[in-house]
Nanobody, 124 residues
Framework: QLQLVESGGGSVQAGDSLRLSCAAS????????MAWFRQAPGKEREFVAA????????NYADSVKGRITISRDNAKNTLFLQMNILKPEDTAVYYC?????????????????WGQGTQVTVSS
């Protein structure tokens, strides 16, 4: 069983940066497509970014392109999300997810493992 634990969230001002981490245990992540999703209060969980098993391919939601970068270190079994130029609309709980496939997906049901989430709050 793969366990995922997010960290790095916090409260920041608009324009600031944050780097989220997702530490995996139980299995190596090098065979999984990894992704970040987020869920704002009263809204559905939405796709943010995904990265292929060896990191050659990345996919981003239009709302974060150019500001957010997903990366992974398979040797350390860790996934990252570098978030720059944060906006109040980025406020949400951010979740790390893993999919037993090399094909990326943008949908919640496509992912097999989830972390508990880390809160990001951006004030104007």
């Amino acid at each position: 069983q793969l366990q995922l634990v997010e960290s790095g969230g916090g409260s920041v001002q608009a324009g600031d940066s944050l780097r989220l981490s997702c530490a995996a245990s139980g299995r190596t992540i090098r065979f999984y497509t990894m992704a970040w999703f987020r869920q704002a209060p009263g809204k559905e969980r939405e796709f943010v970014a995904a990265i292929s098993p060896v990191g050659l391919t990345t996919n981003y939601a239009d709302s974060v392109k150019g500001r957010i970068t997903i990366s992974r270190d398979n040797a350390k079994n860790t996934l990252f999300l570098q978030m720059n130029i944060l906006k109040p609309e980025d406020t949400a709980v951010y979740y790390c997810a893993a999919r037993v496939s090399s094909v990326p997906s943008y949908t919640v049901p496509s992912y097999d493992y989830w972390g508990q989430g880390t809160q990001v709050t951006v004030s104007s």
